[in-house]
């Protein structure tokens, strides 16, 4: 049915393209087109062989060139909001990205302790280093605090990895990390070799601090567990000194509201080093009864550093013997290392 008729003469394919149906009865006189293929039968209905000749389209390129929407709007639905309230282009909503979660799990360090405050312990632990450190002498009337020192320079180096707040040696923490456990490490005794080697891990440590990282210092891994470079030992050392000098010394009002700032900074420490020493890396801590007084002593900690902000000395003396309580408990089951 595709051939096309003698020249000159109309075929019955053609059609106004106003009509755009193939519903409509042609006209008996219409001219038939010259092809042996139609047929017409008993009843006057023409054939293509086995098709009915009206589910053709009269003029299927009318039909083909015909832009006119079917039912409304031409323009495709639109995704989402495409204009801001002004008017403005907006990104469509199907196509916006999404905000990333946090970390299932992670610490929310800067609830715990702002960089500020880990920069402040970090100062007072370089110059204690000088101070210590001068000579062989200096190092053996103090190397049992050193040991302290590289503990919790190790602990705070790997928040500082994980915390969100930045300090312009953050990159290179796993290098202060691991100068940190060596100077643990090596202040062990008394003696030269021992002042000699916690020299080293201590110049390590300044050279981080400044911006350095030293020729020597290989290529740790970017993150360790926490028992791994920080002495559970000497950082709750460093947490005990924390909560005495706070009992010992914040024994009125007038002295708490002096020294809020300094309460604010060692409560911040103790809530710190109370997350680090939870970690499931260390012996015992999946303990149902080590996990309570550890979130107990974080609380506390917490709840002292609370305190200055509302400089409540009440409030302050509560949280103080909760952590008392806590520290007590843990360590009568499980000593103090």
Request: glycine share 8%.
């Amino acid at each position: 049915g595709s051939q096309a008729g003698p020249a000159g003469k109309e075929t019955a394919a053609k059609s106004p393209a106003a009509k755009g149906s193939n519903s409509e009865s042609r006209p008996a006189a219409a001219a038939e087109p010259d092809n042996p293929h139609v047929r017409t039968d008993a009843s006057g209905r023409k054939w293509v062989g086995d098709i009915p000749w009206d589910v053709f389209f009269d003029d299927p390129l009318a039909i083909a060139s015909n832009t006119t929407a079917i039912g409304g709007s031409a323009e495709p639905p639109p995704i989402g909001n495409m204009t801001k309230p002004d008017g403005a282009p907006a990104v469509p909503t199907a196509l916006a990205p999404a905000t990333p979660a946090a970390p299932a799990g992670a610490t929310d360090w800067k609830s715990l302790i702002t960089m500020e405050q880990i920069g402040d312990e970090t100062k007072r632990i370089r110059n204690h280093l000088t101070s210590s450190l001068q000579s062989v002498g200096t190092y053996n009337g103090g190397y049992k605090e050193l040991q302290i020192d590289g503990a919790v320079i190790a602990a705070l180096a790997e928040v500082v990895s994980q915390h969100p707040e930045d300090v312009s040696w953050k990159a290179n923490a796993r290098y202060l990390r691991e100068y940190g456990s060596q100077l643990r490490q090596a202040a062990q005794a008394l003696g030269r070799e021992n002042y000699t080697n916690s020299q080293a891990a201590a110049e390590g440590i300044e050279a981080v601090l400044a911006g350095n990282v030293p020729a020597n210092a290989g290529d740790p891994p970017a993150t360790r567990p926490y028992a791994e470079v920080a002495s559970r030992a000497g950082v709750m050392q460093r947490i005990s000194k924390a909560s005495e000098w706070m009992r010992s010394n914040i024994n009125a009002e007038s002295v708490f509201n002096k020294e809020l700032d300094e309460i604010r900074q060692e409560s911040a420490i103790l809530a710190a080093l109370a997350k680090v020493v939870a970690d499931p890396s260390y012996d015992s801590a999946a303990e149902e009864d080590y996990v309570g007084w550890a979130k107990d002593l974080l609380e506390a900690a917490r709840a002292a550093g609370a305190s200055t902000e509302e400089k409540s000395y009440p409030k302050f003396q509560e949280s103080m013997n909760k952590i008392k309580k806590a520290c007590d408990a843990c360590h009568a089951s499980y000593g103090t290392g």
